[in-house]
């Protein structure tokens, strides 16, 4: 078929691969160059690199509603159905029309659950024990449209939200090339259940919360990789944490209770949270038992 593709990280990259090796990509729209690094040079989203790099028509327009030159662009590129992929922009109407078949979104959720452009990241924070990825047909609304495909999984007891989210992003791809050799005979069926909302984190979402339970602190740590982090303060210093498990025991939240070659037990809520590996401000990552000698984090240290 003859396919556009909105996407714009690393991570969409191989939906448009595999629709450049199965189908006729068209047209290819990305998010404008960002400055980047110590000289803040405008650098191509990685989508936008993939294009170039494979010589496919690219547009990167800084927006999309009442933009008439990108809208003649895309009717020019004349696409018979569209796919996105984080794209990171709202779709409007006069846009939406443009293909006969419309748009599909990849989406990495167990559709209405999970709406909005986070729901790996949210799915593991709230301790989700299922998700999966879905093929939606796109409208107006947010992560509204009917489904064309819905394929569901257990979440593994470690992943994060890298892991996950590539994870669910390679079997969309497998069910967007299916949804994709049928869609002339397909038709979408409308979302079922309670929708709920996923959206982009903040840098706070990161702050470990030691009252909560240490398996509620190692679920948000494993849907907060990997941006923004796990991180506390000690010392007036922000100290990241780039990986930590929980353990049995108790002890009063915040609080240092032990220090051996693994790492650094703190109490929480419920249970011990270990931290394994940190990273204090200005430093490189060090196994946490040496940050707690170098530091004088000792039993008894809060850390807050």
Known sequence: MRVAFFGTPA???P??????????????????????GRGLKPKPSPVAQYALDHGLPLLRPAR?????????AFKEARPEVAVTAAYGKILPK????????????????????YRGPAPVQWALIHGEKETGVAIMKTEEGLDTGPLYALWRT??????????????L?????????GVLEDLPHLTPIPQEGEPSYA????????HIRFGESAEAIFNRHRGVQPWPGSYFFHGGKRVKVLRMR?????????????????????????GLIRLLQVQPEGRRPMPAADWARGYGVAPGTRLG
């Not at 047209?27 to 160059?33: A, E, S």
């Not at 257990?154 to 994870?167: F, G, K, N, T, Y």
């Not at 992003?169 to 090339?177: H, M, Q, S, Y």
């Not at 929980?246 to 037990?265: A, F, T």
């Open 15 to 36: 939906v448009l691969e595999a629709l450049h090796r199965h189908h006729q990509v068209v047209l290819v729209v990305t998010q404008p160059d960002k400055p980047q």
């Open 11 to 13: 991570w969409a990259v």
């Open 154 to 167: 257990e979440i593994l007891p470690e992943e994060d939200a890298v892991a996950l989210s590539e994870r």
């Open 64 to 72: 999309l509603r009442g933009n008439q030159e990108f809208l003649e």
């Open 169 to 177: 992003r390679d079997k969309g791809i497998e069910l967007l090339l």
């Open 246 to 270: 929980p353990d049995p025991g108790r002890g009063e939240p915040g609080v240092v209770q032990g220090v051996d070659r693994e790492g650094v037990l703190v109490g929480t809520g419920e």
């Open 199 to 206: 959206p982009l984190l903040t840098k706070e979402e990161g």
């Open 94 to 113: 006069e846009v939406l029309e443009v293909p006969p078949y419309g748009f599909l979104n990849l989406h990495p959720s167990l559709l209405p659950k």
